[in-house]
Every structure is written in C-alpha cells, then in structure tokens.
DNA sequence: AAGGGCGCCAACCGCTGTCAG
DNA sequence: GCTGACAGCGGTTGGCGCCCT
C-alpha cells in the first residue's frame, strides 16, 4: 500500500483561494514546474502536491484559454474522440491552450448531448440504428438530423481514417467498427434509392452488439 | 419571491505507468 | 527483479449559479 503523497490532516482542501493561487503562480514563475511533491511546502502552501499540479495545469498556466470552444475545436474534439476513445490528454494534447479536464467536461456536459439529440451514439459515433428500424416516436431523433449530419456520422470512422494521413500518431483503430460503419453505409445506400425497409448485406461482417439491434 | 431542479466546471480520488535506487 | 516515489490520467463528486415553476 503506497503512502498518501501528503498529510491530509494539514492540507486544505476544496476551492483556492486567489492568495493561494498567487503564491503558486509565484513560485512557478521562479522555480518551473514539477517536483510537486515538494512544491507545497516551498512555496508555503497548505496543500496536497497532487492538488497544486491540477490547479496550475487546468486553471493557472498562463497558455489557457478560457473562452467557449469554437465549432472547428468541437469538430475536432468529436472526430478525435471518435479516433481516440476517452483518452482526454491525448484529445487535449491536439487543441491548443485547452486541458485534457476542459476536454473532457466539454464532452460531458455538450458534446454527448449535442450527438445524442441528432441519433449518433456518443460511445461509438454509430447511429442509433434501432431508430431506423421503429418508425415509432424515436424515429423523430433520426428524421430530424441533416442529410449531411447523417452523413457524418456514418463516415465518422473513416474521417478519423483520413484524420492518421494528416499527421496524427499510429494507433490502433477499431476495425469492427470500420465493418459495422459500412453495413450502415449500405443502408445509406438503400435509403438513396427509396427503400423504406432495411436490407442488410450478410457479406459485410457486423458485431453481435449491432445485429442485436436489427433483431 | 422562493425553492427545487439542472447544468457546468473545478477539484478530488484512485489507479496506472515510469523510473531510479 | 523488487520496491517506492512521483507524475499523469480518467472517472466521479460537490458546489455554485441559472432557470423554471
């Protein structure tokens, strides 16, 4: 079992106040960042290491912006996201003056809701097909997104595809994804041409998960 | 005007990865 | 190879402010 890195006892906790962000700011200034464990004491504050590191790299770091996220940040948060899963620090790391934890609140509290509201399922960028299959009230969600929001959302996979020839890091991709995103091409394609009724393509491979919802 | 509900965001917690001794 | 210290990450929580009834 390690050791707690600070005597709870004799820290504070909870908001900082603007003194104890002015030592801190302070301090850095002179010393740099890192050695956190020590940095409290030095810079004569009642507080944890952990808790000052956050504090600077999330709230105090003079590169921060605090402004909203502009629509080219959120496009690429979402395309990122769908590349890179809930790696926040690594979305974070491709967006200038923003903190993995601005990232991810920003995620939480309008990104999730904002793909939601046009049927695409925030965990894996798919749509929500059962929405296709019910022309029940649920339906609407779907009806009501754009053909070219629909569209995102199918080539979601394959524009994080083209996102890796632009520059960004090798990873591993999520190949079932990219199978299932074109057996819903292929709906795509049914769509185009009239069919109201679902036609799946038994030679494109999709997971137990995504037929499950064509049942 | 009040208070209950809800959303946002700063901060905390627990865990993992890395590295030095 | 093992252990402990440290940094960093992602999930969760709690407080504050706004909005609606």
Redesign the pocket.
Known sequence: M??P?CD?QYT?????SRQEDQKLIDYIRIHG??????LPQAAGLL?????C???WI??LRPDLK?D?FAEDEEDLVIKLHALLG?????IAGRLPGRT???V???W???LK?KLASKGIDPNNHHYMIRNLCRPDQNSQVFSSATSSEKSHACHQVSDAGSCLENGLPDLNLDAGSCLENSAISAHQENQKHGDSKITIDTNRVLSPSTLLLFR
């Open positions: 390690r050791k890195c709870k504070n906790k909870g908001a900082w960042e890192g050695c956190w464990r020590t507080r944890c290491g952990k808790s590191r956050l504090r999330n709230y605090r909203n809930n790696r926040w620090s690594l993995d934890n601005q991810k609140n920003y939480n509290s309008h809701r």
